[in-house]
């Protein structure tokens, strides 16, 4: 079966520091991988997603995310965080073809230090 | 292009009755995913229709069902409903099992 582990629960960076969001995942075949963000009370925005080629895929607002094989582990990055990225981030697996839906990791909560 | 949109926002209900929970997909979207979001227990998979059909189901009851209509809107329906079902339902639509775009959600409140 999937899973998605998202080591860190919480996260503090300050304003203008950089930041990296850790996710593994066990999955049989070739995955499909996603980085998603949640505002409280809302909705799924979707950063980032990678299917297939370059390993380094970019996103928007910004973030980027290395998808590593070797080590089953798909990072999201991004250079100089803002005040406004304080959110809850959800890295997720799915099939190709969206078969089972999609797997998500618990999340890790983002705090932005002035 | 207008995104995937939910009502009701909120929903409040007493334990036995019954929820139903609509959504509409982004236009030319033909697949429609519900997930649950409660406290504690993180995002779940909860069905996936496709072309009208069902055609996966996440480990939920036979309590949880919906339906998917000719325009590919979607309703889930919550039968007898329990305190634990209270929870943010999320509904997200593809294209050919692409990547999921997610409407705002329905909160709903078991009392």
Redesign the interface.
């Known amino acids: 079966a999937q899973s998605v582990t998202q080591p860190d629960i919480h996260i503090t960076v300050s304003e203008g520091a950089s930041l990296e969001l850790r996710c593994n995942y066990s999955y049989g075949a070739t995955p499909?991988l996603?980085w998603?963000v949640q505002s409280p009370?809302?909705?799924?925005?979707?950063l980032l997603?990678y299917?297939s080629g370059d390993t380094l895929v970019q996103g928007i607002k910004g973030f980027e995310a290395e998808f590593k094989r070797s080590q089953s582990s798909f990072n999201l990055r991004k250079p100089s965080v803002h005040w406004s990225d304080a959110a809850e981030y959800?890295c997720?697996v799915?099939?190709?073809?969206?078969?089972?839906?999609?797997?998500?990791?618990?999340?890790t909560h983002l705090i932005i230090q002035p | 292009e207008a995104g995937v949109t939910q009502s009701p926002t909120h929903l409040i209900k007493t334990r036995g009755q019954q929820a139903t929970l609509r959504c509409s997909p982004i236009s030319g979207h033909t697949s429609v995913y519900w997930y649950q979001q409660a406290l504690g227990l993180g995002l779940q998979f909860l069905l996936w229709y496709d072309e009208g059909e069902e055609r996966n189901r996440g480990n939920f009851p036979p309590r949880f069902s919906g339906r998917q209509f000719p325009n590919y809107s979607s309703e889930l329906n919550v039968n007898a409903l329990e305190l634990e079902d209270s929870a943010l339902y999320l509904c997200a639509s593809s294209y050919r099992g692409l990547e999921q775009f997610f409407g705002p959600g329905t909160r709903l409140t078991v009392l």
């Open positions: 499909y996603f998603y009370g809302q909705g799924l925005q979707l997603k299917f959800f997720a799915g099939a190709r073809g969206g078969a089972d839906g999609l797997t998500f990791g618990k999340g």
